[in-house]
């Protein structure tokens, strides 16, 4: 045994691991996921899933009976303000998202949204070849440096999730220089067929990328008011970084001319 280890207890194991499961999996986990995830009982995954809950390291939505990861974890969050989460979906009614940039993918960290508001089909907690088909993670992108896209294509290349993906190099780089002048990202079905996302980048002080905030809405909403959410997804961006200045109007029309 290696100098400075002792005696470990396979429930803390289990505990641990049941959280990882969680903070992977941001829409929630039933028990019984749990319980096939770690080839237990059903009743053994609820008393470790109790557990959690009771030291406020997650939660149980009563509504879909789904166990949730409480807060944010990490060094990479802990600039940014989680109740902006909150505040963007109360003031839209749309499915948001709080993703942060790590060193070779995005992770989506939580959701907030009430009981029959659709996820991005297909979304994984965990981006990483998919970025180019998503708002959030073209918001990283257009703020990782001059070099990002290519190195970002050498690695994944560009793979089409729908029939509006953008495929062609120039024009994402195109459409990488209008995040950073527009200060928000769309993706027009271009992962999910009626489905569009907005989100913003979160830079911190020091302009450091930490992440983006972002947002998901039909199609027919994102072509009514796809301006106006875009306003409030700069502003809950603001917000989660502690920036209060007044924002400037952000103009979409190349945006939603797409829709």
Aim: glycine share 8%; charged share 20%.
């Amino acid at each position: 045994m290696p100098d400075g280890a002792g005696r470990t207890l396979k429930t803390a194991h289990a505990v641990l691991r049941v959280l990882r499961l969680l903070q992977a999996s941001p829409p929630g986990l039933t028990a019984g996921e749990v319980a096939d995830q770690l080839g237990r009982s059903r009743s053994t995954a609820i008393n470790l899933l109790n557990t959690l809950c009771a030291e406020g390291f997650a939660e149980r939505d009563d509504h879909d009976a789904r166990y949730r990861a409480a807060g944010l974890t990490g060094p990479a969050t802990s600039s940014i303000d989680p109740a902006a989460l909150r505040t963007l979906y109360e003031r839209t009614n749309e499915r948001t998202y709080l993703a942060t940039a790590e060193p070779a993918r995005i992770v989506v960290q939580e959701s907030q949204g009430r009981q029959g508001l659709p996820y991005v089909p297909g979304l994984s907690p965990s981006i990483t070849d998919q970025a180019h088909a998503l708002a959030v993670g073209k918001a990283v992108l257009a703020h990782l440096g001059p070099d990002a896209l290519d190195r970002y294509v050498d690695a994944h290349g560009l793979s089409a999730f729908t029939g509006h993906t953008v495929t062609d190099p120039d024009r994402l780089r195109t459409d990488l220089d209008e995040v950073r002048a527009r200060g928000v990202a769309v993706d027009v079905e271009e992962f999910a067929e009626g489905h569009c996302c907005i989100a913003a980048p979160l830079l911190g002080p020091d302009g450091r990328l930490l992440g983006a905030l972002a947002l998901s809405v039909n199609v027919r909403r994102f072509r009514a008011q796809g301006e106006q959410l875009a306003h409030e997804v700069a502003a809950a961006a603001r917000q989660a970084i502690g920036r209060v200045e007044h924002a400037t109007p952000v103009p979409l029309e190349a945006f939603t001319q797409r829709a």
